[in-house]
């Protein structure tokens, strides 16, 4: 018998394998089950290369489970290992079999899986002893066993073993038996080891005894892994079907995916996959980390990001690259150059792909736009090169014509540049484009916009408005404008404004009389304004400011903008002093008041002269050559101004509470923006009744 140290710097080693080196405990099975699938690929090797003559046989791993024992076994039929190499690659874990391995089969090695010289101490983590129970393929070897009880201290002993190959037996500490449960075992090995490239065996597979009344083991070996996932295989040998199956394996509950892309690529790294488009309509969080990162075929992450590009951490699939630079753990990224290249071939790959698409079947890729334009405009808003390489192949929807909803066209930014270009140029020759975020809530928008001649987009995705200010910057001379953000005739101003025929006088009352009846509403401003809008339009028209909108938008998305956020939403309540009701309740105002005002506004025109010329008198004045009794003339004038207005406020509120066209004006515009609800809505309801009767 041997006995001996274990050779490291520190008898601490561990403790710092198990609660430092290794992030999560239960990727000890995935190095476990790795290194046998390795010593397998090893033993493949020597025979293809012919430095092993005899019969390979049963080349499967399998996992075993003692509950009474309370151990885990790891057994392959791999090359197994002599006493020396033992003392070499366990004993002195600063060396690696692997690394020796690779040197001398580099030509023939690409499939070896270990990279890392620790994988088998992650072992110590759920483990108070470890045995290994080794022999060796070479000819005359006989069979060893080594244990240690997680000190530097081990023993080497003679063992019994009829055939090549190694047991790895680990006898688990009190508070890791959650792992002697077989559904917890299983389910890590479909997680870390579902793809491996020797068959996995875990028990036998299972079928129902009507005898018995439950389900027994037959003899057939439960085989956990597919050794040939669709990945590995050439392209042109596989059909749609079979990646829509694969698919279907990786993502039971998905609906179908939209289409794929098949990486392959060996130079100047080497990286395989299958990159799917999955249909997305909403939510970009809840369908992140959908990429499994593989190594050589062993699970590695599904936190791909720096790995594959931001906006494609929306994709669903598989990348395997041996290339990708792992810590010992294999749990984060090492070098950002190597990611870079890589995350730059993927980027470049998937344009392709959908540039390829949108060329050879331009109808089909419309078909799928509204689906594929949230990762297009993720691309566009996350990556700042991708616009260039997106923009041949991203699409503007139309909303189509009010008559027929479902007529909207799809265009390229180019296309859509040159359809609007004539008709939809402001005074300063600014293009103008049109949108819409939901063509019911803003039909009557759309359709005053159509019936203007005017073009309208449908931007109703969650990432569309967002990426608006990037199309203001790469679009030249352009600017994007909803629908509703003014009254049509202001969307695209082509010549100076007409101006109200009314007098100052009678615009101010007029926006009196609704301002004061515009309903309390939380976070929600209201400033009325008056404009000749033509007899044809409607009476009250509601539009929101184009760019406090548009912040308040991107402050869900961008962070630093939380001021915005928080601002309440205002709006413009604009009344056409063109439409007979509006003219209707003017009429009204100053038949019934003009007697009780017109004292009350000369009042004011007269204190607003005598203000002036106060303010006149000492505009060249230095403050303190201001005399107390100039303060206070300016201060008594002021109050006065300020008495009356609040007076003629007041009778012009009183005026405005008890006019039933006012108020069903007000509601019938906000009824139309959705903002009419509870209290407000029932009296409306009752008031229209009122007013047919």
Known sequence: MQKGNIGVTTENIFPVIKKFLYSDHEIFLREMVSNAVDATQKMKSFAEKGEFKDELGDLTVRIALDADKGTITISDHGIGMTEEEIDKYINQIAFSGVSD??????????????????????????SKKVEIVTRSYKEGAKAVKWSCDGSPAYEIDDAERDDRGSDIILYLDDDCKEFLDKQKIEGLLQKYCKFLPVSIAFGKKQEWSSELKKMVDTQEDNIINNVEPLWTKTPSTLKDEDYKTFYRNLYPMQDEPLFWIHLNVDYPFNLTGILYFP??????????????????????????????????????????????????????????????????YITKKVSDRLKAIFNEDRKAYEQKWDDLKLFINYGILSEPDFYDRAKDFSLFKEVGDSKSPESGKY??????????????????????????????????????????GYSVLLFDGQLDVPAIQTFEQKFEK????????????????????????????????????????????????????????????????ITQNEWMRRMKEMSRYQ????????????????LNSDHRLVKEVLETLNSQLSTELQPIESEIKGQEARLAALNQMTEKKKPEEITQEEKDDKANT????????????????????????????????????????????????????????
Not at 560 to 574: A, C, E, H
């Open 638 to 693: 002021q109050k006065a101004i300020d008495e009356q207005k609040a007076k003629k406020e007041s009778v012009l509120s009183g005026f405005a509470a008890k006019n039933d066209i006012i108020h069903q004006l007000i509601d019938l515009a906000l009824l139309q923006n959705g903002m009419l609800k509870g209290e407000a809505l029932d009296k409306f309801l009752k008031r229209s009744i009122d007013l047919i009767k």
């Open 559 to 574: 962070s630093g903008m939380g001021f915005y956020g928080q601002m309440p939403d205002s709006f413009n309540l604009v």
């Open 101 to 126: 391995f690779l040197e001398k089969y580099k030509d023939n090695a690409n499939n070896i899986i270990g990279h890392f010289g620790l994988g088998f101490y992650s072992s110590f983590m759920v």
């Open 279 to 344: 249909r997305i309509k909403s939510n970009i969080d809840i369908t992140r980390n959908k990429i499994q990162l593989y190594c050589n075929q062993v699970f590695v992450t599904d936190q791909v990001e720096g790995i594959v590009p931001e906006f494609l951490t929306l994709l669903h699939g598989v990348i395997d690259s041996p290339d990708i630079p792992l810590n010992v753990s294999r749990s984060y990224l090492q070098s950002d150059r190597e990611v870079k290249k890589i995350s730059t």
């Open 411 to 452: 265009f390229t930014f180019e296309e859509y540049q040159k359809l609007i270009e004539v008709s939809q140029k402001d005074k300063d020759g600014t293009l103008v484009y049109l949108y819409a975020t939901d063509k019911e809530e803003q039909y009557s928008y759309i359709r005053a916009a159509q019936d203007k």
């Open 478 to 541: 352009s600017r994007f404008t909803r629908v509703d953000a003014d009254i049509i005739d202001r969307l695209i101003p082509k010549d100076d404004a007409r101006k109200p025929e009314l007098t100052d006088t009678e615009r101010d009352n007029l926006s009196a009389l609704f301002q004061s009846q515009v309903p309390k509403m939380e976070k929600q401003e209201f400033m009325v304004e008056v404009d000749a809008l033509g007899e044809e339009a409607r009476p009250v028209i």
